[in-house]
């Protein structure tokens, strides 16, 4: 109790100027009952109201600037009373708003008074429309041709209406359709399954919008519905970057037919009418705010930066990328402090500096924000379907694609600002994002991010030496913290319950893409629940956990040191390091960490060497897990020393590379690569609890093992820290989430319904996006309207492109591939077509089966035997059948059907014997000039599914 009272004194003496100080300290008043022709010197109007606080923040702003022009004198604080603030404006803060090192500025709210900043509207004038749901005019009330994403209801987020509706019971993997196929115009359209959608019902589809998780399962987009074919089952949208692919989920929103719900609202921006669905079925003025502002607050400095060796397209060094000569002046905005207020109902960000320097964010609460809460950097994603809708455009430098496919724009960064002690929730993308030199972001508790943008973090770190220090981060889509940059630290940090709604990240995640860019420092966080969501490519099953990591140092992360963190439960791994070199892992301590505690895996033909795993702690007893796992072994690129492995009754077992699998200790131990490790029980001080440190007797301190400070970690009391204890606004509901199972999907595809001139709906390409290479065309086809061209030419970057591969999932029985093919006399081509296997194929990136190939003289050969010769300028079929399954033989029928004349049928070996899966058909050009053949007719399915 003694230390808490003296923690008290301090903050209050930190904050609050006692009355007879002044000398010390310049102090202005807001106050709702103040007036913006007052002094702002008095904390209340005195009795005769011919002075008092001003009325607005701008006004004491402006106020300061008068002051500043005769040179400060003394620190000058802003203190703010109690009450609402509705700003019609945003707060910008410019070069001379700066304070000094000697004399900073701060604003914050008076001590033990709320004080909220609200960028929105309380919308009025509502009258009954139908079914309890009520409609109000927006013109009427001077909001004519507004655009809004975010509704709040006595504070609370409401939902936008949709279908299907909102799931309570499962928020983050609930209530979604299924993308049935992908459409004609890729990137643009998606089928969906036939009765699954009501839109008959529904009318007016203008403004509706398709709300998705797709591409992968960590790509986000929310993109107006521009067409829908109901004969068709095709939807389509506004481009967005990446295919549609099937199974992705996704729903349909902002459709006044599918406003059906308590809680749900529409905007029909056209004729400017709000309708809402009140909870309770009861409605005041003042009930319903709706954001106007993109921003609260703003800081606009100028810093230049060397933003572009950030960019992943970048293989220098940060020396290798300077300045350019005409690079702006430094104009930074400086010394301004921002302390104690509650930030909501903003369309973009609750505050963003750019170009700010030694300023400050401290004790705020921040919720009901559109995308980023504290945007160090006016940091936004550059493509229009990821975070909240902009009514204005995201502007800045192109920082190149970012871990989850996004092109990140830039403005001026910051330097040694601090964000601290915030609370940070119910925001549509980033927590926090430092983008800079040097910022801080520390004593933070942000959780329920990423509303509007699920490739995204509770705090993100883009620069050098910035530090994300002891925050509480949980209960989020995806990442915890992510990294790009150089020298930047993590540290102490407590998270919990990510990977929620996505899969392929981390709870701490990196992803580099240069080999120069290093220094990056990930120690004693507390690393619990990464739980990852989504769906193999060769099932489309939904699973969870799934394909996620501790700490993750994806694509090519280099010299990075991950040490001394408490990692439990993931969904795939504990750590993992992917195609970088020189990282060390030390003194971790990895308990049930999936279906490997540590992995490694080179990428492609990129050589990795000098990684280091060292004095840590695997602890788990899952049967089928691996104590470490290499997708492709090579020869340096770990050292192994001083480990302590325990894992029960459970057979330990170690991959290197493809099918060389060492199973039992004494056999990993007689590899001599774990040197001086151990298997034996580390006596951890509680499991049962969570307590996994060793206890004083255990055998890990003689491995040189070192205390890892957990008094340290995670939020902390302090005078900064915007409420203490922790609180969670709102509930947070672990779901069981829902499994959804993509039906078999067999191929047929015969090009006729898609426009002339286009790619492909199905198959993937390379060069991706190239209607040079490939295009719809109705210049010839086997049957029907249209084929597919595919054009080879000089120049392009492999020797196997262009490129159009098709992904299956067969395991066992007969399976049957076929197509119609046609070979150009005038530039004959060399065709290749590869059935593969991707998994079960050890250190093989993939097996192949059926082999063709076809030369420019049309020659067939299967494998290396010529078997026939084939016409140019004919359509004829291939026809392939294959048994697959464990036991199945490694022969397949081939069937060369040629107008006029008798089938050919021929029986091949497979290229590998081991090949038993079909996952892969690929159809290749193996020319290097101008060649052209066409493709049209492709199937692949079971044999006894046929017609």
């Known amino acids: 109790m003694k230390r808490k009272a003296i923690l008290l004194i301090v903050g209050i003496l930190l904050t609050f100027p006692a009355t007879g100080q002044e000398h010390d300290m310049t102090t202005f008043y807001v106050g709702k009952n103040g007036n913006d022709e007052w002094s702002g010197k008095l904390a209340s109007p005195n009795d005769a109201k011919t ?5 607005t923040i701008a006004r004491a702003r402006d106020a300061i600037r008068q002051l500043k022009a005769t040179g400060l004198k003394q620190p000058v604080t802003v203190m703010v009373r109690k009450g609402v603030y509705d700003l019609d404006q945003t707060l910008l803060f410019a070069q001379q708003d700066s304070g000094t090192k000697e004399y900073p500025i701060t604003y914050q709210a008076y001590p033990g008074e709320t004080v909220v900043l609200r960028g929105g509207h309380m919308v009025t004038g509502w009258k009954p429309w139908r079914d309890g749901i009520m409609q109000t005019d927006l013109k009427a009330q001077g909001l004519d041709g507004v655009s809004f994403h975010q509704l709040f209801y006595k504070d609370k987020r409401q939902v936008l209406a949709r279908y299907p509706n909102f799931d309570p019971e499962h928020p983050r993997t609930g209530g979604f359709l299924y993308v ?38 960590w790509n986000f987009a929310i993109a107006p519905i521009l067409d829908v074919d109901k004969e068709r089952y095709l939807i389509t949208t506004r481009r967005v970057r990446r295919d549609y692919e099937p ?22 921006r ?33 810093i230049p930066y060397p933003h572009e060796y950030l960019n992943v397209r970048y293989r220098g060094s940060r020396a290798d990328c300077p300045l350019p000569d005409d690079a702006p002046p430094l104009i930074p905005v400086e010394r301004l402090t921002f302390k104690g207020f509650r930030m909501e109902c903003a369309r973009q960000n609750a505050i963003r500096l750019v ?48 871990g989850g496919g996004q092109n990140i724009l830039f403005n001026d960064p910051c330097q040694e600002c601090r964000v601290i002690g915030n609370d940070v929730w119910s925001v549509g993308s980033d927590g926090i994002f430092l983008y800079g030199t040097g910022n801080v972001a520390e004593n933070n508790h942000v959780y329920n991010s990423g509303l509007f943008d699920k490739d995204c973090a509770c705090i993100n770190l883009w620069g050098e030496k ?30 919990h319950h990510t990977m929620l709604e996505t899969c392929d990240g981390g709870a701490i995640r990196m992803c580099q893409r240069n080999l120069t860019i290093r220094g990056n420092v990930i120690r004693f966080n507390k690393i619990f629940d990464t739980v990852g969501y989504g769906y193999p490519r060769s099932t489309y099953t939904f699973e969870s956990p799934y394909f996620s990591w501790g700490v993750y140092l994806d694509d090519f992360t280099c010299g990075t040191t991950v040490y001394g963190n408490i990692i439990v439960r993931c969904g795939r791994g504990g750590v993992h390091f992917h195609g970088g070199s020189d990282n060390i892992m030390e003194n971790n301590i990895v308990v049930d960490g999936g ?70 200790w004494k056999a990993w131990m007689d590899t001599g690569l774990p040197k001086g490790s151990l298997n034996t029980d580390p006596l951890f001080e509680n499991p049962n609890t969570g307590d996994y440190l060793p206890k004083s007797d255990s055998p890990a301190w003689k491995l040189g093992f070192k205390k890892i400070p957990v008094e340290r970690i995670g939020c902390y009391e302090a005078p900064d820290r915007a409420c203490w204890p922790l609180r969670i606004e709102g509930t947070l509901i672990r779901e069981t989430p829902v499994f959804y199972s993509a039906p078999p999907r067999p191929l047929h595809e015969d090009f006729d319904m898609e426009p002339v001139g286009r790619l492909p709906r199905r198959g993937d390409l390379s060069p991706r996006g190239a209607t040079r290479c490939f295009h719809i065309t109705d210049e010839t086809a086997a049957s029907g309207k249209h084929s597919l061209k595919i054009v080879d030419r000089a120049g392009l970057p492999h020797r196997w492109e262009p490129r159009i591969f098709y992904a299956f999932a067969y395991k066992t029985g007969e399976i049957r591939f076929a197509c119609d093919l046609r070979l150009s006399s005038q530039h004959p081509p060399q065709v290749g077509m590869d059935f593969r296997q991707y998994s079960e194929t050890g250190d093989k990136e993939y097996f192949s089966g059926p082999h063709l190939s076809i030369d420019a003289k049309g020659e067939l050969s299967a494998g290396r035997q010529v078997l026939m010769r084939v016409p140019l300028d004919t359509w004829f079929s291939i026809e392939v059948l294959m048994t697959l399954g464990e036991d199945a033989v490694s022969t397949y029928k081939l069937s060369i059907h040629v107008p006029g004349q008798e089938p050919q049928t021929f029986e091949a070996p497979y290229v590998r014997s081991e090949f038993n899966r079909l996952e892969r058909v690929v159809i290749m050009s193996n020319a290097d000039d101008y060649t052209v053949f066409y493709l049209d007719n492709v199937s692949c399915g079971p044999e006894s599914g046929r017609d």
């Open 51 to 55: 002075d008092g606080p001003f009325a």
């Open 180 to 217: 049935a196929d992908r459409g004609f115009k890729r990137g643009q359209q998606f089928t969906y399954k036939k009765g699954s959608i009501p839109f008959g019902n529904w009318g007016d589809l203008s403004q509706a919008e398709v709300f998705t998780v797709f591409g992968g399962g």
């Open 247 to 268: 199974a992705n989920r996704f729903f349909i929103q902002n459709v006044l037919g599918a406003l059906d719900q308590p809680g749900e609202w529409y905007l029909d």
């Open 270 to 302: 056209k004729n400017g009418v709000l309708y809402f669905y009140p909870p309770n079925g009861e409605m005041t003025d003042g009930d319903v705010a709706v954001p106007l502002l993109d921003n609260l607050i703003e800081l606009k400095g100028t």
């Open 355 to 402: 170009g700010a320097r030694h300023c400050s964010v401290v004790g705020n609460r921040i919720t009901n924000i559109g995308n980023v809460g504290i945007n160090l950097g006016g940091v936004a994603s550059a493509h229009e379907e990821v975070g909240n809708p902009r009514v204005t455009p995201a502007t800045g430098y192109s920082g190149g694609v970012g």
């Open 466 to 495: 910035n530090v994300a220090r002891r925050n509480t981060l949980h209960d989020v889509p995806r990442n915890a913290i992510y990294i790009k940059g150089i020298d930047n630290v993590v540290e102490l940090n407590d998270i």
């Open 595 to 664: 279906l490997y505690q540590f992995e490694n895996n080179p990428i492609r033909q990129h050589p990795v060497s000098g990684n280091q795993v060292k004095r840590n702690i695997f602890y788990y007893t899952n049967k089928e897990a691996f104590l470490y796992r290499c997708g492709k072994w090579i020869d340096g690129s770990v050292a192994w020393k001083n480990n302590l492995v325990w894992t029960g009754s459970t057979p330990i077992q170690v991959g290197l590379g493809g099918k060389n699998i060492i199973e039992g």
